[in-house]
């Protein structure tokens, strides 16, 4: 099993949809959580830190499923701009090393 | 931004060649890594280096030597690639070795050809 596994998709979506997917990990003794967004050819952006109880940034909601091992991320209302693909990131427990998924790429159509 | 620059952003090198990549952060970050991702693939951690120490080398073959001369350089040397090793290489930054978030740069694309 993958340490960290994301649904590759492409999921297409039309504009002002709300989307969402998970991410799932294996190691129960993880503590730091992160979606970033990777458009095509370019770098990672932290998109925002997955907090416990939840956190809301705009449009954006992610939430931790501690008892599934499971991150999840909400889009609403999406934009255009929104099209890129999403990294699960998970740290591995107490080691400073993140692991990365493969990303699930989201694609918003006019 | 100009948080991480790398430079060249573009590489293409034989086998035989001798290259280096450079990054440098400009956010007074304490600990720097390079990746590599290649196409549909998760990003691989290569090195780790916290205060110009390297403390992680995750089985990386020793044609990729890295270099950390201060706090906000960081080098990938590079020698004798194969052609497996075209991929995109990414340094990152973050404020101290732990749980905290991290900070791309744009990337070298690396072609061996």
């Known amino acids: 099993r993958k340490e960290v596994e994301q649904d590759p998709g492409p999921f297409n979506v039309p504009e002002g949809a709300t989307v969402a997917f998970n991410c799932t990990y294996s190691n129960s003794a993880s503590q730091s959580f992160f979606w970033y967004r990777q458009d095509c050819r370019k770098e990672p952006k932290l998109l925002m830190s997955?907090?416990?109880?939840?956190n809301e940034d705009g449009r954006f909601t992610a939430q931790l499923n501690r008892a599934s091992q499971y991150i999840s991320l909400l889009i609403r209302d999406s934009k255009l701009s929104d099209s890129a693909t999403y990294l699960c990131?998970?740290?591995?427990?107490?080691?400073?090393?993140?692991?990365w998924g493969a990303g699930t790429k989201l694609i918003i159509k006019p | 931004e100009t948080g991480v620059t790398q430079t060249p952003r573009h590489l293409v090198m034989g086998m035989t060649n001798k290259k280096s990549l450079k990054c440098e952060q400009h956010?007074?970050?304490?600990?720097m890594y390079w990746y590599k991702q290649s196409a549909k693939k998760p990003l691989e951690l290569m090195f780790v280096y916290s205060l110009e120490e390297r403390v992680e080398n995750n089985s990386v073959p020793s044609r990729f030597s890295p270099e950390c001369p201060n706090s906000s350089h960081l080098f990938l040397h590079l020698h004798t690639l194969q052609p497996e090793d075209s991929a995109l290489y990414l340094c990152?930054?973050?404020?101290?070795?732990?749980?905290?978030?991290?900070?791309f740069g744009p990337g070298t694309r690396l072609t061996v050809t």
């Open positions: 956010l007074g970050h304490n600990a």
């Open positions: 997955v907090y416990s109880s939840g």
């Open positions: 990152a930054s973050s404020q101290v070795l732990g749980r905290h978030e991290q900070y």
């Open positions: 990131v998970v740290n591995r427990d107490s080691n400073y090393q993140l692991i």
